[in-house]
């Protein structure tokens, strides 16, 4: 049978640490127990029972961080992962070399329900009087329009909108010069569209 605490020896003295005292609000806790017992004054197990206490409630605030912060890094993985997720489908979804792929192409069906067809890379004399029509309307408003958005970036590299001509078989413009080229071109095709639609 174990002895009572007050027969053992300090297991902190036999360790060689120092005793610990108990805070202000503990000696409070103490005494009121002592007092429900019907003791003027607490004894070793009053005092012993709030230092058990003390142990157990720090023990729990530690465990309720750890488990926070448990919380918090899955759901910033979670956060991450969905994010990676999102530029993996994004960079499925866009050509490189501009305009999209046949995945982008399809997404943006889903969200927007126009069904987008691959730009029309043909020389002129093989072209339909529709695909005439198509490439010198994209043509005219992508570089035809009278503010151009930026054709390079900070690093002289193509912007997305520059790129956009290699999807319809232009070289990339970098310069106003050359995206009024393929504008000019545009509005050549059109007329050409007009011209074979008056001719029907």
Same mark, same amino acid.
């Given at each position: 049978? !174990?002895?009572?605490?007050?027969?053992?020896?300090?297991?902190?003295?036999?360790? =060689?640490?120092?005793?610990? %005292?108990?805070?202000?609000?503990?000696?409070? !806790?103490?005494?009121?127990?002592?007092?429900?017992? =019907? +003791?003027?004054?607490?004894?070793?197990?009053?005092?012993?029972?709030?230092?058990?206490?003390?142990?157990?409630?720090?023990?729990?605030?530690?465990?309720?961080?750890?488990?926070?912060?448990?919380?918090?890094?899955?759901?910033? !993985?979670?956060?991450?992962?969905?994010?990676?997720?999102?530029?993996?489908?994004?960079?499925?979804?866009?050509?490189? +070399? $501009?305009?999209?792929?046949?995945?982008?192409?399809?997404?943006?069906?889903?969200?927007? =329900?126009?069904?987008?067809?691959?730009?029309?890379?043909?020389? /002129?004399?093989?072209?339909?009087?529709? /695909?005439?029509? #198509?490439? =010198?309307?994209? !043509?005219?408003?992508? @570089? $035809?329009?009278?503010?151009?958005?930026?054709?390079?970036?900070?690093?002289?590299?193509?912007? #997305?909108?520059?790129?956009?001509? %290699?999807?319809?078989? /232009?070289?990339?413009?970098?310069?106003?010069?050359?995206?009024?080229?393929?504008?000019?071109? $545009?509005?050549?095709?059109?007329? +050409? @569209? %007009?011209?074979?639609?008056?001719?029907?």
């Amino acid at each position: 049978m !174990a002895r009572a605490p007050w027969k053992r020896p300090n297991p902190r003295k036999r360790a =060689g640490k120092a005793s610990k %005292h108990l805070t202000p609000a503990q000696k409070s !806790a103490a005494k009121a127990r002592a007092r429900r017992a =019907g +003791r003027r004054y607490p004894n070793l197990v009053d005092n012993m029972r709030m230092a058990s206490k003390a142990k157990k409630t720090s023990k729990t605030k530690k465990s309720a961080k750890k488990k926070s912060a448990t919380r918090a890094r899955k759901r910033t !993985a979670k956060k991450t992962a969905k994010t990676a997720r999102k530029r993996s489908a994004s960079a499925r979804e866009k050509d490189p +070399r $501009g305009g999209l792929t046949a995945a982008g192409r399809k997404a943006f069906a889903r969200k927007q =329900g126009t069904h987008l067809r691959p730009g029309v890379t043909k020389k /002129e004399s093989e072209m339909t009087p529709q /695909e005439m029509r #198509r490439k =010198g309307s994209w !043509a005219v408003r992508f @570089y $035809g329009r009278a503010k151009l958005p930026p054709l390079v970036d900070a690093q002289g590299q193509p912007t #997305r909108h520059a790129l956009s001509a %290699h999807a319809w078989g /232009e070289p990339v413009p970098k310069t106003v010069a050359a995206a009024r080229r393929i504008a000019a071109k $545009g509005e050549r095709l059109l007329a +050409r @569209y %007009h011209r074979a639609k008056a001719k029907r």
